[in-house]
Nanobody, 118 residues
Framework: QVQLVESGGGLVQSGGSLRLSCATS????????MGWYRQAQGNQRELVAT???????TYADSVKGRFTISRDIDKSMVYLQMNSLRPEDTAVYYC????????????WGQGTQVTVSS
């Protein structure tokens, strides 16, 4: 059972920065794609960024050039550095771990609120 715990959310002004952290329950990066998703009120959950077991990064078009996903293998941590934040980035952000085996299985953290004021 994979456990994920997010932290680092909060209230920030437009143009500001936040770093989200996701603590994982062990050395899972070889077997999982790690990602950040977000869900704004009234909207569906959407992908923000992922990092594969091979270290390949992907980003949603809306965050490219502003957000950076990274991982610390030694600490079993995943991060999301968010710069140049906009009010439309306001959402609950979730850490995700998806197995690379088939069929894929998803694990989720409890989420952390990010609010960007204009």
């Amino acid at each position: 059972q994979v456990q994920l715990v997010e932290s680092g959310g909060g209230l920030v002004q437009s143009g500001g920065s936040l770093r989200l952290s996701c603590a994982t329950s062990g050395s899972i990066f070889d077997f999982y794609t790690m990602g950040w998703y977000r869900q704004a009120q009234g909207n569906q959950r959407e992908l923000v960024a992922t990092v594969t077991s091979a270290g390949i990064l992907t980003y949603a078009d809306s965050v490219k050039g502003r957000f950076t996903i990274s991982r610390d293998i030694d600490k079993s941590m995943v991060y999301l550095q968010m710069n140049s934040l906009r009010p439309e980035d306001t959402a609950v952000y979730y850490c995700n771990a998806q197995t690379i085996s088939w069929p894929p299985r998803d694990y989720w953290g409890q989420g952390t609120q990010v609010t960007v004021s204009s």
